[in-house]
């Protein structure tokens, strides 16, 4: 028996042989699977390519088990919708044949737009950098094309800051101004926008006035020099039509106040555009007893300057006069037949 068992395991031995040298030997690693280093086309592997075997057979390692699907997050259908930008009030055009005075909202800055009768306009300031768009916005609205002058009370960026944007987009016969320079950009950029305008500066003084048809228009100050006090060189008008006058002061103080008390000369007006916003600089008592106004404007905005200051309010109050505020009621016009003077505002009426 063991001599017929024998020569029949041989038998098959010889048979597997070939079977066994086309595999491709190796042994496994850890994982259970190794890299084919022989005959690997044969198994359909490439050389080298890490492969299991299952069951006898050749096959390459399993793809990892797929993550479960993760579902993606929908997109809303729509952006959120952005706050708007406040729109801005601008003020109406009122009917020719009054004298109409636009007080313009330009944050804390001066800004004002003065209409005569005869259709005429003389702009004083023209508030800080970022409000000259917003007035020639204004401008626009109330139909303004040609300035018959434009007065530039003194350097400061809050008065001054958007004239360049003006003589840029308007045309602007004769330009004022007192004979104070300063050295910042915003003071430059003035002075370039003129010159390419081809416009020079003619000198405020005392006694100096602006040709209206119809309406009185003269400077009261700068009486003198002031040095390096830039307010006190602000130049000061007083606009008179019939029976109603108006004054603006710019941002003079006391200091011009008291020249213009020792001077001698008429301060009455019933509208007062009250001297640097409201500051404690200036509207001295002995001014406001001069100038007597039923009418108080401050021109002003947020600020942390403490404007218009308390003390000031109270003496206006102590001296019957009604204050209007841009920061309450926006641009406020006051219109004049020479006789009555009527206010209306962006924000409300009076």
Same mark, same amino acid.
């Given at each position: 028996?063991?001599?017929?068992?024998?020569?029949?395991?041989?038998?098959?031995?010889?048979?597997?042989?070939?079977?066994?040298?086309?595999?491709?030997?190796?042994?496994?690693?850890?994982?259970?699977?190794?890299?084919?280093?022989?005959?690997?086309?044969?198994?359909?592997?490439?050389?080298?390519?890490?492969?299991?075997?299952?069951?006898?057979?050749?096959?390459?390692?399993?793809?990892?088990?797929?993550?479960?699907?993760?579902?993606?997050?929908?997109?809303?259908?729509?952006?959120?919708?952005?706050?708007?930008?406040?729109?801005?009030?601008?003020?109406?055009?009122?009917?020719?044949?009054?004298?109409?005075?636009?007080?313009?909202?330009?944050?804390?800055?001066?800004?004002?737009?003065?209409?005569?009768?005869?259709?005429?306009?003389?702009?004083?300031?023209?508030?800080?950098?970022?409000?000259?768009?917003?007035?020639?916005?204004?401008?626009?609205?109330?139909?303004?094309?040609?300035l018959d002058a434009l007065v530039a009370t003194h350097p400061?960026?809050?008065?001054?800051?958007?004239?360049?944007?003006?003589?840029?987009?308007?045309?602007?016969?004769?330009?004022?101004?007192?004979?104070?320079?300063?050295?910042?950009? #915003?003071? /430059?950029? +003035? !002075?370039? &926008? =003129? %010159?390419?305008?081809?416009?020079? $500066?003619?000198?405020?003084?005392?006694?100096?006035?602006?040709?209206?048809?119809?309406?009185?228009?003269?400077?009261?100050?700068?009486?003198?020099?002031?040095?390096?006090?830039?307010?006190?060189?602000?130049?000061?008008?007083?606009?008179?039509?019939?029976?109603?006058?108006?004054?603006?002061?710019?941002?003079?103080?006391?200091?011009?106040?008291?020249?213009?008390?020792?001077?001698?000369?008429?301060?009455?007006?019933?509208?007062?555009?009250?001297?640097?916003?409201?500051?404690?600089?200036? #509207?001295? /008592?002995? +001014? !406001?007893? &001069? =100038? %007597?106004?039923?009418?108080?404007? $401050?021109?002003?905005?947020?600020?942390?300057?403490?404007?218009?200051?308390?003390?000031?309010?109270?003496?206006?109050?102590?001296?019957?006069?009604?204050?209007?505020?841009?920061?309450?009621?926006?641009?406020?016009?006051?219109?004049?037949?020479?006789?009555?003077?009527?206010?209306?505002?962006?924000?409300?009426?009076?």
């Open positions: 028996m063991k001599r017929i068992i024998v020569p029949i395991i041989m038998s098959l031995v010889l048979l597997l042989m070939p079977v066994l040298a086309e595999a491709h030997p190796g042994r496994t690693d850890a994982n259970g699977g190794h890299y084919c280093r022989t005959n690997c086309a044969k198994w359909g592997l490439e050389d080298g390519e890490y492969h299991y075997h299952n069951g006898g057979s050749s096959n390459s390692k399993p793809a990892a088990t797929a993550k479960p699907a993760v579902k993606p997050t929908a997109k809303p259908t729509a952006k959120p919708t952005a706050t708007p930008a406040p729109t801005l009030l601008l003020p109406k055009k009122q009917n020719v044949g009054t004298l109409q005075v636009y007080f313009f909202d330009v944050g804390q800055g001066d800004s004002t737009l003065i209409r005569t009768p005869n259709n005429q306009y003389v702009l004083i300031d023209g508030g800080n950098n970022d409000q000259g768009k917003k007035v020639v916005k204004y401008l626009n609205a109330l139909g303004v094309k040609t400061d960026a809050d008065h001054i800051g958007g004239l360049d944007d003006v003589l840029k987009a308007l045309d602007v016969k004769s330009v004022y101004a007192p004979k104070v320079s300063h050295t910042t950009e #915003t003071y /430059k950029d +003035f !002075l370039t &926008a =003129v %010159k390419n305008e081809g416009r020079s $500066i003619k000198s405020v003084t005392k006694g100096v006035t602006i040709p209206l048809t119809g309406v009185e228009a003269k400077f009261l100050a700068p009486i003198r020099t002031y040095g390096d006090n830039l307010n006190d060189w602000s130049a000061v008008l007083k606009v008179t039509y019939k029976n109603k006058s108006f004054l603006f002061t710019g941002d003079a103080e006391k200091a011009s106040e008291n020249d213009m008390l020792a001077d001698g000369m008429n301060l009455k007006a019933d509208v007062l555009k009250v001297g640097h916003h409201g500051s404690s600089s200036s #509207t001295g /008592k002995a +001014f !406001l007893d &001069a =100038v %007597k106004p039923q009418y108080a404007v $401050i021109s002003i905005g947020k600020n942390n300057y403490g404007h218009p200051d308390s003390g000031i309010l109270t003496r206006l109050k102590n001296a019957n006069a009604s204050v209007l505020r841009t920061d309450q009621k926006g641009t406020i016009t006051a219109i004049s037949d020479g006789n009555k003077i009527t206010f209306t505002s962006t924000k409300g009426g009076k």
